[in-house]
């Protein structure tokens, strides 16, 4: 069944529409009963955001150099940047926070919703009992809820791969030119909050390559690629290297430290046995 058909049966339905409002209820209002104050490193991504705002620097501490910072260990910055839009737009309210995650997860409910329909209804017969009986423990997953209540980027990233792979899914069925280009957008805003999308990103590139659809390939990649150049930039500008994820950021920090240690004894090693 196509994605148009797919949509039109669940959006004419009344129940579903109260459904998604229900599992939005339910999600923000277990964030506004139980309040999570940030801690680890939802704290950590917090205090960069808020950072963002107030210096306008990418950083989790004040006063220290920017190249000695932490904050580049830290998984970003996408979901840092995310959070502060809205803490820039809304002032430090997390609870504006809850419910923007509460809505992405029902929007991504909504994206696997017309998957499934498109993939695995059958026809134009379509059994709500069955659908529900799949959805209703993905909706309701306690985990997934509880993320939505932090300042953790998960559901962010959880957003952003639903929607990836609805247009990539939706690009196949049928080509054009704007799908692939929000297809590039969604994977490259996925890559900045974490890295590991550069996965979804292969699979991706591989499938069209095995279809042929070359000018998707480009066009996804070059989007893609084109995303991570203002990070790239910043990254050179303030530790002099290439560096694209926080992951690699943060590995050569690690061992210019442990160079900076090897070096500093055979310093002393020389100059002792000049002596």
Known sequence: MS?????EILFSARHFWLFLSLVFLVSFGYSLVHQIKPSVDARAYNEIAKNIIDVGEY??????????????????????????????????????????????FVSSLVFLAVLIVSLFSGGENFKW?????????????IDVIELNAT?????????????????????????????EIILGI????????????????????????????????ILVLAIFSVMQVPWVLRNYNVYGKILLTHTTAGEWIYYREIIRVITGNIEAILIYIKK
Do not use: H, N, T
């Not at 979901?79 to 309210?93: D, P, Q, R």
């Open 3 to 7: 994605i148009k058909k797919s949509a």
């Open 186 to 217: 969604a994977l490259g805003l996925l890559y900045l909050v974490r890295p590991v999308a550069l996965v979804i990103l292969f699979a991706f590139l591989v499938a069209f390559i095995l279809k042929k659809y070359y000018r998707s390939l």
């Open 151 to 179: 300042l953790l980027s998960e559901s962010l990233f959880i957003f952003l791969s639903v929607v990836s792979l609805f247009f990539f899914y939706w690009s196949l069925e049928k080509r054009k030119w704007w799908k």
């Open 59 to 104: 950083r989790l501490s004040i006063g220290s150099l920017l190249e000695k910072d932490d904050a580049i260990v830290k998984v970003g910055p996408g979901y840092e940047f995310f959070l502060a839009g809205v803490y820039f737009i809304f002032g430090y309210k997390y609870w504006v926070v809850w419910a923007l995650q509460s809505l992405m």
């Open 129 to 141: 009992r069955a659908f529900y009986c799949v959805f209703i423990p993905a909706a309701f997953f």
